[in-house]
């Protein structure tokens, strides 16, 4: 096995990483923070530093830099598209602009928003995207647009749900539609497009629907070569980072993949979207490797929330039932399932200060030992009725979003 590292998305001379949440599942893209002295237990009345009031429905994860928090919005029927800055130590709204008109959104279910994609943040700027509907980098001092693109099509139908990552000079972004299926790159600095990459491998279908995916990239090292690990409906590719030629892929039978890769032990670990299986693949390969490079595939193991990993051990759970499961790393074999109490998961776990930490729909989180015991260590319950989007942790604080607030907790 060629030695390879997952990259750490991070440009210049970038403050620590405990003191920023940087993209969807922080700097690292894994879910982990290095912060300590975290809380493992809140409510409306214990360990809240401040509430920022949040106007529309939206589900991206906030991302902090320095003393400003950043997340979008938009109204329910997705009309207006919004990005609101919060100071980081007082919870003042510091901006709340539209930054899209939207004549005629595509129909969005229930079950998404039409701001769900999260932002990403670097040193004076933030880059905003609303799938089709809207592509923004902003200068993170004034809140004014860089530059803008609304000529990236697709029909999302359902909404869209890919967050952009930064890599080196590249703002890369999945536009897994109805009618179109794509990854592009785009110079972060000026929007142009850099690289476009159309999905290629057969589907099996001609229903739009089975295309769809929603799932985040992640870039890894194989080789000394930079693969874009990229999920998508009925296949996962690797291409090459600074080109968008493919180099390998890996299919399975399902779309609407939603959860992002995890990497470690020498394999790249993609979830399958409705199959619910999750599917350890080692990356030195090329062309397709579904029959060579596949090590082990688990069952029932959902795809919404992204799994984590955490030394030896996988967790994850699916949407609904509220059945947490953890599987070795290395074999794909179930140590444990449990039930956690809630039934109904959107937001992806994070791993910080020793602890997981679980994020119902309901407003409610549990935390949990990693090992191989089940054992719960904290809970906390928040007033929401929708709770989607993944919390970021920065400093000594868990930055937690609910359908109608913005929370900086923290122990006090």
């Not at 079950?111 to 923004?136: D, K, L, M, Q």
């Not at 980072?241 to 609407?256: D, I, Q």
């Not at 082990?296 to 193991?301: H, L, S, V």
Request: aromatic content about 10%; glycine content about 10%; charged content about 20%.
């Amino acid at each position: 096995m060629k030695c390879w590292i997952l990259l750490v998305v991070l440009l210049g001379a970038a403050p620590p990483a405990a003191d920023n949440w940087t993209e969807f599942r922080g700097p690292s893209g894994s879910g982990h923070s290095d912060a300590k002295n975290l809380p493992r237990e809140w409510s409306e009345t214990k360990n809240v530093v401040w509430k920022a009031p949040l106007h529309g429905r939206g589900w991206s994860s906030p991302v902090v830099w320095g003393k400003k928090v950043w997340l979008t919005t938009a109204t329910p029927e997705g009309k207006e598209l919004f990005v609101i800055c919060v100071d980081r130590e007082t919870g003042k709204v510091l901006m709340d602009a539209k930054l899209f008109d939207i004549a005629k959104p595509e129909e969005t279910k229930k079950f998404n928003s039409f701001a769900s994609p999260s932002p990403v943040i670097e040193e004076g700027r933030v880059y905003i995207s609303f799938g089709s509907y809207g592509t923004a980098c902003l200068n993170t001092e004034t809140g004014k647009p860089v530059w803008t693109r609304t000529d990236l099509t697709c029909n999302h139908w359902r909404g869209p749900g890919s967050s952009p990552i930064l890599w080196q000079n590249l703002l890369i972004l999945h536009f897994d539609g109805y009618d179109q299926q794509y990854v592009v790159a785009l110079d972060k600095k000026t929007g142009r497009t850099v690289w476009k990459s159309d999905r290629t491998h057969d589907f099996g279908t001609q229903d739009g629907d089975m295309k769809k995916a929603f799932s985040t990239p992640v870039v890894i090292e194989v080789g000394g070569k930079h693969l874009l690990i990229s999920p998508a409906a009925k296949a996962a590719l690797a291409l090459d980072v600074s080109t968008g030629k493919e180099v390998w892929r890996v299919t399975y039978g399902s779309h609407s993949v939603a959860a992002r890769p995890l990497v470690g032990h020498g394999m790249v670990y993609i979830g399958t979207g409705t199959g619910k299986d999750l599917v350890a693949v080692k990356p030195d390969g090329k062309g397709d490797v579904t029959k060579s490079h596949v090590a082990w595939t688990a069952k029932g193991f959902g795809h919404k929330p992204s799994g984590i990993l955490v030394d030896d051990l996988i967790y994850g759970y699916p949407e609904s039932g509220g059945l947490v499961t953890c599987i070795d790393a290395k074999t794909g074999e179930k140590v444990w399932a449990e039930r956690v109490g809630a039934t109904g998961h959107t937001a992806s776990p994070l791993y910080a200060d020793g602890v997981l930490y679980i994020f119902a729909e309901d407003g409610s989180a549990v935390m949990l030992q990693p090992g191989k015991e089940f054992k719960i260590v904290g809970r906390a319950k928040l007033e929401a009725t929708e709770v989607c989007a993944t919390p970021a942790i920065a400093g000594s604080s868990i930055f937690y979003r609910t359908n109608t607030h913005l929370y900086r907790i923290e122990n006090r």
